[in-house]
């Protein structure tokens, strides 16, 4: 399920981001200390406080829109099957987010200096890969799962109100 106006956008993006953060500084973490430990799953949520409000502020700012434009060029709303437009939106968001987020990470938690260019290209060859693998596989069935659920679940009860005070 996709969301259908602006508050369901919001509350999408701020649910895809917070497991799709979650997971890429998990994973950076685990790049630098030489592998996964099980102190990095709690080691990621005091990055995820300042990396969390940026992804959401990204997507909703200029991610949003461009990637269904850009994924709009190769998949036809309406024509081709719904799952070739979600991936093709899911594609092109990672596309877009994960330089930006890249970026971001690499001023804010890299010593880069005058290497910021190619520790910030070193950083995002590294992440997309894995940001691509997560959004397709995991948490893009996974959040539009539980945002599917939650929205006919409310929209189930907003009817039954509805009926009620009619």
Do not use: H
């Not at 799952?83 to 990470?105: E, F, N, Q, R």
């Not at 893009?140 to 189930?156: L, N």
């Amino acid at each position: 399920m996709l969301p259908q106006n602006k508050f369901q956008d919001v509350i999408f993006t701020i649910l895809m981001a917070a497991v799709m953060v979650y997971a890429m500084i998990c994973y950076n973490i685990s790049l630098n200390v030489g592998g996964m430990q099980n102190f990095v799953f709690l080691a990621a949520f005091k990055e995820m406080i300042i990396m969390l409000p940026v992804a959401v502020a990204i997507e909703l700012i200029f991610v949003g829109k461009l990637a269904q434009k850009l994924a709009f060029r190769f998949v036809t709303p309406g024509k081709d099957p719904m799952i070739m437009t979600i991936l093709g939106i899911s594609a092109m968001s990672v596309v877009l987010m994960c330089p930006c987020m890249s970026l971001v990470a690499t001023f804010l938690f890299k010593d880069a200096g005058f290497e910021l260019i190619a520790v910030w290209i070193e950083t995002t060859v590294k992440n997309f890969p894995m940001a691509l693998c997560w959004q397709i596989f995991f948490a893009g069935p996974v959040v539009r799962g539980i945002f599917g659920f939650f929205v006919k679940k409310f929209s189930k009860n907003s009817m039954v109100e509805v009926k009620k005070a009619a």
